[in-house]
């Protein structure tokens, strides 16, 4: 298989490093803009050949992973579709779905996809062979997808060490705006209000549930605006469970708060 990744950063060249270490596959290319970022991913060994020319890039794959922030990926689609042959597969790994499948060229070879794996580092620096090992891999195929590609995606990301997972488009969006999208915004939000003066005394805490402020607001940029509604809606709830808690802690009710814990627990 000769397989041909656009965009080399944390999911692109942790799919190039495993695909190099763990599967079958004779050629992984790279494909990308930045010269630079090539010759890191080559250097870290997630790539065999680099190309900043897509055309020249995706002749002869088999497979292209689309690896760029989700609207990115919908931009390129046409030029993708065109520059393939009939029988390649073409897959993505962003964080939403809905859009990308409904922007999708028709025919029976796309099949959007996302491993939910990840972290709030970014770029080919971060990049890990085993950046997959148990985790989900939701494939979410559009109405004209053929079994067979949606096979084909399986298998590879069985091959990386994750476990795949088909759902349509519109429950994925939904379930990971709860289970991701919000904890992002909420990290984000739990930094930015904290006052300065009080960081001195942040400890391992603190630390924890802010990890994912670190994360590229490009890529966010990318995903709230292509899940928005759900996003918001999720917000929305997490505001009622805030006001519900503050409403306890003002009234001085501490079985209302116990309870809000209880429950929290229950689902974690």
Do not use: Y
Request: aromatic share 2%; with cysteine; net charge negative.
């Amino acid at each position: 298989m000769r397989a041909a990744i656009v965009g080399v950063g944390l999911i692109g060249g942790s799919v190039g490093l495993a695909l190099r270490a763990r599967s079958g596959c004779s050629r992984v290319v790279g494909v990308g803009r930045s010269p630079d970022a090539l010759e890191a991913a080559l250097r870290r060994g997630a790539l065999d050949e680099a190309a900043t020319d897509l055309a020249a890039g995706l002749r002869g794959a088999d497979l292209v992973v689309l690896a760029a922030p989700v609207r990115a990926c919908i931009g390129l689609l046409p030029a993708v579709a065109a520059a393939v042959g009939p029988d390649a597969v073409i897959t993505d790994v962003a964080s939403t779905k809905a859009e990308i499948v409904a922007a999708a060229p028709p025919g029976p070879a796309f099949v959007g996809g996302h491993p939910l794996a990840g972290s709030e580092r970014s770029g080919i620096e971060a990049a890990s062979a085993d950046l997959f090992e148990g985790a989900t891999w939701v494939l979410t195929p559009g109405g004209a997808t053929a079994t067979w590609a949606v096979e084909r995606v399986a298998a590879l990301a069985a091959g990386l060490g994750a476990r795949p997972v088909v759902m349509d488009a519109a429950t994925h969006d939904r379930r990971v705006a709860a289970v991701s999208h919000l904890p992002q915004a909420v990290a984000v939000a739990l930094a930015a209000a904290v006052p300065v003066e009080a960081l001195p005394l942040a400890a391992r805490g603190f630390r924890d549930t802010t990890r994912l402020a670190d994360s590229s607001p490009e890529v966010w940029n990318d995903v709230f605006a292509t899940n928005r509604d759900n996003v918001v809606a999720m917000i929305a709830a997490m505001e009622d469970v805030l006001g519900e808690l503050r409403a306890a802690i003002a009234g001085g009710d501490e079985a209302a708060v116990a309870a809000i814990f209880v429950r929290a627990a229950a689902r974690r």
